[in-house]
């Protein structure tokens, strides 16, 4: 661990499939431009036995290689929130959840990194920020695919050095390829009391490489105007598809969103008047993309980022530097932003027919 980075311990909220790729990528023992140390403190799931199968399976393998810490792993989630060697919680739990297990967190006094969809809706959105206000706490959406450095070189390319001109249209998709009806129905991806359809679970990426791309100041200048529609299999989304309509710079963003089709590699297409980029998927973790302008010869210009792991750290490090400087709120992804976010997907949701038991709309 490097000596003179800060060092944040976090405390592991579940033991599925995302903390696992969390807490692999944060026992890395390094990435590119690496900015904090990451110690595992502790973990919490819902049975001990569950706890100790994760930390022998993601944590124990990779500590050597890390701060050599090993954590405690606890039979439930509140033993994570009071652990007082605990500075940050992250919550990996299904999106239903993480309105409570960010209030849990949050009236315990911790700082908590909150996984995508950060809620079910916007209105739950709200009263977990007003919370973290209240108390004092550092609070995150962790929408991590904004923190890669891909992300910053493309809206570098986009809008400083105006690369392919005037930017107008977006294309993006983020499809994947099973079958919904043939799922269990306590599956995250089934029931409709966990959030289930693609908006939330993928869509949410689309929607991320629209604003990004469309907006030249991410979530302070024009919001867009949602046209939106759905497609319903046994009550559950299984494709989404909107337009973000700007209509002040009339740029739209084509998005899309399917648990039918896998998505093309070439999930996403920024157009403008000198030329077009095309970026590299995976939706949520791409890493390259190429920029080839209208009046030049060949396939244009390739970028491409190097990621040890999967691209998680980034977002952690984030967290670390914002905690290190007392900030409560990342500038990436505000509160603000978070909010907008979860209110675009509500509005898609209301003119699509999607909904989840508790809906207002
Ligand atoms: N950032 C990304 O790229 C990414 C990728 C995948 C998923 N996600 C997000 O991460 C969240 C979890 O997704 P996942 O794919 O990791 O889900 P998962 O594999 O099903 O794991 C969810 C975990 O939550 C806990 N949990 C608590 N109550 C539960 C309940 N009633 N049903 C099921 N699990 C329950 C369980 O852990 P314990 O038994 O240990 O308590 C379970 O293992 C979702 O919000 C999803 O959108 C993000």
Redesign the pocket.
Known sequence: MANDLPTVRWGI???????S?FVEDLLLPTWPGKRANHIIQSI????LE??QK?HEKYVLPHLAQNSGVDPKIYPD?ASVYNDPDVDVVYI????S??KQNCIDAISAGKNVLC???FTLTQADAKEVTKLAKEKGVFLME?M?TRFYPLVKELRRLLYEEKAIGRVWRTFADFGLSYDVESLPD?S?LKDLS?GAGTL??IGIYSLTWGVLTLEENVGKGEHPKILAAQTLQSGVETISSWILNYTDTGRHGILTSTSNVRSANNFARIEGSKGVISIHGPT??PESFTVKLHDEEGEGKLYTFDKPGRG?YWEADAVAVDLKEGRKENETINWAETERIMGIMDEIRRQGGARFPGDTF
Do not use: Q
């Not at 919490?44 to 049975?47: A, E, M, W």
């Not at 990996?92 to 999106?95: K, M, N, S, V, W």
């Open positions: 909220v579940a033991t599925g499939m995302i903390s790729w919490g799931s819902s049975s569950k706890g994760f989630y990996g739990t299904p999106h959840f993480h996984e995508k969809a962790a991590w306590n995250r966990m939330l679970d949520s973790s998680f």
